[in-house]
C-alpha cells in the first residue's frame, strides 16, 4: 500500500503480532511465522489469548503522538491477507465503533471454535454497519473459498453473509455486479455506501493478493495470483469514499 498512500496522502500502518503461528513445529519466534490473534486463526496467538485487539487500538493512540500527525478517527480502515484479513474481519466485529470499513483478503470471519487447535471465540455484536470489501481466489488451498473442516473455517460466502446481516441489508435484496474483468467478477449487496458488502471472487487464483508486484504474483501453485484486479487499488478506491456515521 505504501504507493498508494504516498499518492493518496494518508497513513498505513503495518502491526506485527508477537506469537508464532505454527505451534506444532520447532520453528523459532520471533521469525517469519509471526500471527495476530483474529480468534480461530492464528497458533499460537489465538491458543495464548493474545490481545490483539487491545494492540491495534494502542497503536491508534502511540503512533499519531510519536509521529506527530492529527489522525482522522472518522476514516480509520483495516486491510490485511491470510491470518491479516481473519484479523481484520475481528477488527471489524470490535471496532466497529472505531474502523469505517474492511477488507479482508483470503480470510474469513472465524469466531467460533476449532478442533484444529486452542481458539479464542468472540460476539460480533457491531454498533454500526461496517462496510466490507472481501476478496478470494476460488482455488485458494491454504483458506479454501468453500471452507475447511478440519480446520473450522468458515465458507466464504457464510462470512460475507454474515456480514450482510449485521449490516442491516434486507434478505431480498439481490447482488449487483459491480466489477468484471478476465477472472475477477465483484458483487455487492447494499442499500447505501455505508452498509454495503461485496465480494470479488478471483477464478483460478490461490492464496494471493490479485495485482501483487510479479514476484509476489506467481501465474501457477497455490500462491496463483491473477492480475486482471490490482487489489490494493480496489480496496482503496472502496475505502476513501466511505466515513465514520
Known amino acids: 500500500m505504501n504507493t498508494i498512500a504516498e499518492r493518496e496522502k494518508f497513513v498505513v500502518l503495518y502491526p506485527r503480532g508477537l506469537e508464532g503461528a ?101 460476539d460480533c455484536e457491531i454498533e454500526r454497519p461496517v462496510p466490507v470489501l472481501h476478496i478470494h481466489g476460488l482455488a485458494d488451498i491454504i483458506v479454501p473459498f468453500n471452507g475447511d473442516k478440519l480446520l473450522s473455517f468458515p465458507s466464504i460466502p457464510d462470512s460475507v453473509a454474515g456480514w450482510v446481516t449485521r449490516n442491516n441489508v434486507p434478505e431480498e435484496t439481490k447482488p449487483v455486479e459491480t466489477y468484471n474483468n478476465g477472472d475477477v467478477t465483484c458483487e455487492s449487496w447494499a442499500t447505501n455506501t455505508n452498509n454495503n458488502v461485496t465480494l470479488c471472487k478471483v477464478k483460478g487464483a490461490g492464496h494471493s493478493w490479485p495485482g501483487a508486484p510479479r514476484a509476489l504474483c506467481p501465474k501457477h501453485g497455490p500462491f496463483a495470483c491473477s492480475t486482471d484486479i490490482v487489489a490494493s487499488e480496489e480496496i482503496w478506491s472502496f475505502f476513501k469514499g466511505i466515513t465514520l456515521a
Open 22 to 122: 505454527q505451534v506444532w513445529t520447532p520453528l523459532p519466534a520471533p521469525g517469519p511465522t509471526y500471527s495476530l490473534n483474529a480468534g480461530g486463526c492464528c497458533p499460537a496467538a489465538c491458543s495464548k489469548g493474545a490481545d490483539d485487539v487491545g494492540f491495534t487500538k494502542f497503536l491508534l493512540d502511540y503512533v499519531p503522538g510519536e509521529l506527530r500527525f492529527t489522525l482522522d478517527t472518522a476514516r480509520v480502515y483495516a486491510t490485511g491477507m491470510s491470518n491479516g484479513g481473519f484479523m481484520t474481519n475481528r477488527v471489524g466485529c470490535e471496532m466497529s465503533d472505531i474502523i469505517a470499513a474492511i477488507a479482508p483478503v483470503s480470510g474469513p470471519l472465524m469466531n467460533g471454535a476449532s478442533i484444529a487447535w486452542k481458539s479464542d471465540p468472540f
